[in-house]
């Protein structure tokens, strides 16, 4: 796009991509809550063929590499290629298995650990060393650049752990069906469609590390407010917190990718681009592996510690019990049918609660992430002239 358009038309060319990319969150989740519920979770995934099959027409039909990237005599590096594929590849198995095998007591999943690390390791040195790279990384040596990777990368981190966690919590503690977890995930793709032609405006204007640094609080405040709900919670006390997080996701993007390639020669942005979405995506992934293995065991570590509390020999909950208890048996159960079932729903109780306080920590944890890499922007030199953010989500 960069390419294609003249300087003067820049701005107005990633406005509209800028608003293309947010759209995605508002209608994605609210489409996949619909096909789940009216056909099956699959069409989730059958939906994309059409579009994919469109974005390759397109793409070969308005796409082209400019004169300047375009390799007549350069090998290819296979080798690093290979190397990055299995070493990504088997990080990926990991993360997405680890969780489900108990990570490292499966013996396959260690040998992958032992695989991967050993073929990203190699790659790092082979890229090094090569002289035609597929990935060109002495590119880190720009502070700027290295600095904004990491701060990507920790975005996709947290954004797709929190994008991961706020469904689990609307669905399976408080019962939102499908297509209406999907509707209550919609005032983040609207925050972010609102700040991102601002945005894309106010980074010719003001410094856009200072539009950096007041997305990344806004993003840890909102995180916070996450943190503080509770089973009583209704649809507004998610809906504000998720839109002011979409306004903060529109404060990052732009400023964070304008920023990060203010410095990169024309000729590496590809290269450069490339790097800064795939630790992005690592990132992402990463988070989504954390995220699910955190949920799981402190859910039950919680259980434990509410449980350790909850006595048939303590009054209140003899009292509780006997209330439940009373129901069952007014439904017509004997005392030991009614007994067992009040026990039941105590437990139901408890694992409720245990479910609420691990969503509840996270949330927290994931504001402490964003808070803590705040001091990172001042780390990052100012742009020398205002330039439109490159295509990097």
């Given amino acids: 796009m960069l390419e294609a358009f003249p300087p003067a038309q820049r701005g107005k060319a990633m406005g509209f991509w800028g608003l293309g990319i947010v759209v995605a969150p508002m209608l994605g989740p609210v489409l996949g809550g ?4 009216n056909y099956s979770w699959r069409w989730v995934f059958y ?3 059409p579009v994919g099959i ?6 070969k039909m308005f796409i082209f590499d400019p004169p300047y990237i375009r390799r007549t005599t350069a090998r290819v590096d296979t080798w690093g290629i290979g190397m990055l594929a299995v070493g990504i590849g088997s990080l990926q198995v990991i993360l997405d298995k680890g969780q489900q095998e108990d990570w490292f007591s499966s013996n396959w999943i260690t040998s992958l650990a032992i695989l991967s690390a050993a ?23 720009e502070r700027t650049y290295a600095t904004g990777v990491f ?4 975005l996709g981190f947290v954004l797709y752990g929190s994008l991961v966690l706020l469904p689990l919590f609307l669905q399976t503690v408080l019962g939102y069906p ?10 983040r793709g609207l925050g972010s469609f609102i700040a991102m032609p601002i945005v894309g405006f106010l980074t010719t204007k003001i410094d856009p590390r200072k539009l950096l640094g007041v997305g ?3 993003g840890a405040i909102t995180l916070f407010a996450l943190g503080s709900l509770n089973l009583q919670v209704g649809y507004w006390d998610i809906f504000w917190p998720q839109f002011f997080q979409g306004l903060s ?3 990052i993007f732009v400023p964070l990718t304008t920023t990060t390639m203010s410095l990169i020669a024309r000729e590496e942005m590809g290269n450069a681009t490339s790097l800064f979405n795939l630790m992005r995506n690592l990132g992402g992934s990463v988070g989504i592996a954390t995220i699910a293995t955190m949920l799981s065991r402190n859910a039950q570590t919680q259980y434990n510690i509410l449980g350790a509390h909850v006595s048939a020999y303590d009054t209140r909950v003899g009292t509780l019990l006997a209330q439940i208890r009373g129901a069952f048996m007014a439904r017509g159960m004997d005392f030991t049918t009614a007994t067992r079932a009040a026990y039941a729903a105590l437990s139901g109780m408890v694992s409720q609660q245990a479910v609420m306080v691990a969503f509840v920590q996270l949330f927290r944890i994931l504001a402490v992430v964003f808070a803590v890499v705040i001091p990172l922007v001042f780390i990052m030199r100012r742009p020398k002239t205002a330039q439109p953010a490159v295509s990097a989500h």
């Avoid at 619909?34 to 519920?37: A, G, I, R, V």
């Fill in 119 to 141: 073929m990203l390791v190699l790659f790092i040195i082979h890229e090094l060393r090569t002289a035609d790279p597929v990935l060109r990384l002495r590119v880190f040596k």
């Fill in 54 to 59: 469109a974005s390759i027409i397109m793409t």
């Fill in 151 to 154: 701060l990507m990368t920790t």
């Fill in 47 to 49: 939906v994309n063929i």
């Fill in 178 to 187: 499908a297509i209406e977890a999907g509707i209550a995930m919609a005032p």
């Fill in 34 to 37: 619909w096909l789940t519920d």
């Fill in 216 to 218: 990344l609080i806004g």
């Fill in 249 to 251: 996701m529109g404060l």
